[in-house]
């Protein structure tokens, strides 16, 4: 099993840019999460799906920020406009019908 | 909501040395309790993991205890080594909901 797979794995790009980040979670994991790491906050969850259908929504930051989870195997994190504040590395993580919480590479944003 | 606290934030000890990071957490109906290790640069990793219907966990150096009534939880590391050096999280959740992650501490084992 290749793990829970995000791209990219960088992204700069200038304030006011669209910035959209993926992820496929291991096969069979029916639960995603989409959390942000910074030094000031630490892990947050942003918004986590079950079976496809978004449960709580309640971390995202603000309107500018959107998740959508088309299929069991995709997932996307959109931030339109972007802002120098949303830099942070991004993590999708997966997880099936055991507990265990399996955690992608990670997308390190920079916004300039 | 769940709220996790955790200490101490760093914690610096010599090679072969015994570490303990605590962590406190305020609902009831959390019953899973994982710890992640995060070297520089990489991703969260599950290390060890234990259920509220357990006291005690050990896998080889690592232990995690579990106190329901004071609602608190801890990670041991005993003959730390330089590899272990990281950022340690804990976690709480109740069944299947999400997992609320504390803030972190950075370990460090001078060889």
């Known amino acids: 099993d290749a793990g829970v797979i995000q791209s990219p794995r960088h992204e700069v790009t200038e304030m006011g840019q669209e910035v959209t980040l993926r992820c496929k979670p291991i096969s069979g994991h029916n639960s995603l999460f989409w959390y942000r790491q910074t030094m000031m906050r630490g892990l947050e969850l942003l918004i986590y799906?079950?079976?496809?259908?978004?449960?709580?929504d309640s971390g995202m930051p603000e309107d500018r920020f959107s998740a959508k989870m088309p299929n069991a195997s995709f997932s996307t994190l959109k931030i339109q406009p972007s802002e120098p504040r949303d830099s942070a590395v991004y993590f999708c993580?997966?997880?099936?019908?055991?507990?265990?919480?399996?955690f992608g590479s990670g997308t390190q944003l920079s916004v300039l | 909501g769940e709220n996790v606290e955790q200490h101490p934030s760093t914690l610096s000890v010599q090679e072969g040395d015994s570490a303990v990071i605590k962590c406190t957490y305020s609902d009831s109906a959390s019953n899973y309790f994982p710890w992640y290790k995060q070297e520089l640069g990489k991703r969260p990793q599950l290390i060890i993991d234990i259920r509220s219907n357990v006291g005690e966990k050990k896998d080889q150096r690592i232990a995690v205890t579990l106190n329901k009534t004071a609602k608190h939880f801890s990670l041991h590391i005993t003959e730390t080594q330089p590899e272990d050096s990281a950022v340690y999280f804990c976690?709480?959740?109740?069944?299947?909901?999400?997992?609320?992650f504390g803030d972190g501490t950075t370990l460090t084992v001078k060889p």
């Open positions: 993580a997966s997880r099936g019908s055991r507990e265990k919480l399996f």
């Open positions: 799906f079950n079976n496809n259908v978004p449960i709580d």
């Open positions: 976690a709480a959740r109740a069944n299947a909901g999400k997992s609320t």
